[in-house]
């Protein structure tokens, strides 16, 4: 919460004061940008990972974009029943998403086009232990393991307008082509590997940046 107040903060604060130097267009040349995105119930995260995304200038019109994300959740569950039964699930994820976009107008209305690399981890743990009576110790009666990969592509197609030079509101639509690699080691199924290609649509995405 405190971080969304803060965040919150600095746009209202370069909304309000930043004037932009009308001698100057909207994209130059060294530019950094911290881009956010606005989710459904008005709540701000990252507008590529969850936690870092920052695009750079190279031109008037190309730029670099990169994004980082990561999460990990632990959760424990227990049930009684016939017998007192413990799952504790682990999960772990990883994204990294490296994009060349392309200005096709530099106005203060720009469209901009881009592509480039994908990559993604994910990884949970599930063990399930078990207590047949208050006297006796718990045993372990499950473990699944689950690890994927995944390499590709993603293109996007996105429109941005400058409230001000330092202040602008996007909307971007994309897609995504993968491999995903993926491994299950479980201790009474044994293990499987899986392996798919997936192509899908990234959905449309609403958000602001930070321009310095």
């Known amino acids: 919460m405190s971080t969304r107040i803060i965040v919150m903060s600095i746009v209202l604060v370069t909304f309000i004061y930043a004037q932009p130097d009308s001698a100057s267009g909207y994209l130059n040349q060294g530019t950094f940008s ?11 995260k990252d507008f590529q990972g969850a936690l870092f995304s920052a695009k750079y200038l190279l031109t008037g019109r190309s730029a670099l974009r990169f994004g980082l ?15 007192t039964v413990i799952l504790e ?17 530099g106005n203060q209305l ?10 993604e981890y994910y990884w949970r743990s599930r063990i399930t232990t078990a207590q047949q009576n208050p006297e006796s110790e718990f045993q372990e009666t499950g473990r699944n393991q689950f690890s994927r990969y995944g390499f590709g592509l993603n293109a996007v197609l996105g429109g941005e307008y400058f409230v001000t030079e330092y202040l602008s509101l996007m ?11 993926g491994k299950v080691a479980d201790k009474i199924a044994g293990e499987n590997n899986l392996k798919e ?3 899908e649509p990234v959905l449309l995405k609403f958000g602001f940046s930070l321009n310095f």
Do not use: K, W
């Not at 720009?110 to 990559?119: A, D, E, K, L, V």
């Not at 909307?171 to 690699?181: D, F, P, V, W």
């Open 110 to 119: 720009s469209m901009y086009t881009g592509i480039g690399p994908h990559f």
């Open 171 to 181: 909307a971007e639509y994309g897609i995504l082509g993968q491999y995903r690699y």
């Open 34 to 44: 911290l881009q956010f995105q606005i989710t459904e119930n008005f709540s701000i």
């Open 69 to 83: 994300g990561t999460d990990y959740i632990f959760a424990e569950n227990t049930r009684d029943q016939a017998a």
């Open 197 to 199: 290609y997936r192509f």
């Open 89 to 105: 699930e682990e999960t772990y994820s990883l994204q990294m998403t490296g994009q060349y976009l392309y200005h096709l107008t």
